[in-house]
């Protein structure tokens, strides 16, 4: 197993993602005996670091973790959760949910914290004094309870610099979505330079984009990387493209079988880094699979919008949405203001004299409109999440 050095910790490369644990048919009926012989597993193969969170399987993945992890010395593991400060409630006890998770996991402090999801949809929340949520975590490492403090994203470079300005110098590590693809797609490489500037080394999270760059990879490209490396998986394509980049701490995969627990303990037990030619085998794929939206962002669009619609953004989220609908990235668009949103635009045509591009800006516009509406609310979700852990707190956490 490979290890990465942090703060004189040894945290294995490939840490144990428990937001996709084997489950019985529902997302929060996990199957713990399954979850449990791949925890040993990933164990006895030397894999040291678990990350899991409070509204993960509906709020069940910290209790079963935390279960497993119970058999094995304190000091041979290290366990990550994260604090829901991204749910939209109408109030935030971060104490509360601290102490419900630290029970939740059956442990008195936790190695590594996280506050969960900093975006244009949460950064308010996070830094609104009236909740005290980034001084009372502060306080939790200094009395020792959490021995280190980051954050994850999944906002624009814009939000990032925006929660760095004001809290960068408490973070120690930064989780965000990382692999070829969103390499571009969601401006990840301009994310990496950011936290080098800040000396905050980068924990990856969604390396195969949820399975999409395996799974969900045309058959031409999946035939194409096998004819080059006939002895490995797809999967561990995105695994050695992350080991070539700098200032990278843990690769966290979400592993729901025990086959890809196998290959992924093969892929970070051998030394098979990629050459200069197939990284860019890499980026070839990735540009074939974004279909996108040619803007280059050179904002001529928006000086003569009457409306005054930030254009590069909105088509920037509308690309990340034409590859994979999620609510992540719409929320990018449902926290904005109304007249803010793709849906204000009038069609009065002005940006497309602009456009170098030649876009038909008013039906992109349009077809994002149309886009947004076939996505879930992420307040809805949010409810829905508050509410089953709500009933979980009652039941005991059983």
């Not at 086959?259 to 074939?288: H, V």
Request: one cysteine or more; charged letters at 25%; glycine letters at 8%.
């Amino acid at each position: 197993m490979k290890y990465v050095d942090f703060q004189g910790k040894k945290l294995s490369l490939l840490g144990f993602g428990a937001m996709r644990l084997p489950t019985m048919g529902k997302d929060d009926a996990i199957d713990f005996a399954e979850a449990e012989r791949m925890i040993d597993r990933a164990m006895e193969a030397g894999i040291n670091y678990y990350d899991t969170a409070y509204p993960y399987h509906g709020g069940n993945s910290e209790i079963v973790t935390g279960k497993v992890l119970s058999k094995y010395p304190r000091d041979s593991y290290y366990i990550a959760t994260k604090y829901p400060g991204h749910q939209v409630l109408d109030s935030y006890d971060p104490a509360a949910i601290f102490e419900e998770q630290l029970k939740k996991c059956g442990v008195e402090y936790f190695d590594f914290y996280l506050l969960h999801n900093i975006s244009e949809s949460s950064i308010a929340t996070y830094l609104d004094e009236r909740w005290g949520i980034i001084d009372y975590f502060v306080e939790q490492k200094r009395l020792g309870r959490i021995k280190h403090l980051g954050f994850s994203t999944h906002g624009l470079p814009e939000n990032l610099c925006e929660f760095l300005d004001a809290a960068g110098d408490k973070m120690e590590f930064c989780q965000i979505q990382l692999n070829y693809l969103d390499w571009t797609l969601q401006r990840a490489k301009e994310k990496c330079e950011l936290l080098a500037k800040w000396n905050i080394p980068v924990w990856v999270m969604e390396p195969v984009r949820g399975g999409k760059l395996v799974d969900k990879l045309p058959e031409s490209a999946k035939e194409h990387l096998k004819s080059l490396r006939p002895d490995e998986s797809v999967a561990s394509w995105c695994f050695r493209w992350l080991m070539t980049l700098d200032n990278m701490g843990v690769i966290l995969s979400g592993m729901s079988t025990m086959e890809q627990l196998e290959d992924n303990i093969r892929t970070f037990s051998e030394e098979k880094p990629l050459t200069d030619g197939e990284i860019q085998t890499l980026y070839g794929i990735a540009e074939s699979l974004k279909n996108n939206i040619p803007c280059t962002a050179c904002r001529y669009c928006v000086d003569g919008c009457p409306m005054g619609l930030n254009i590069p953004m909105l088509i920037e989220v509308y690309n990340d949405l034409r590859y994979a609908p999620g609510v992540n990235s719409a929320s990018k668009i449902e926290f904005m203001p109304e007249d803010k949103r793709p849906t204000a635009c009038i069609c009065c045509g002005n940006c497309v004299k602009m456009c170098p591009q030649n876009i038909d800006i008013p039906k992109v516009m349009i077809d994002f409109s149309k886009l947004l509406e076939t996505i879930p609310s992420w307040k809805q979700i949010c409810a829905e999440r508050a509410e089953a852990a709500a009933k979980l707190a009652g039941n005991g956490g059983k």
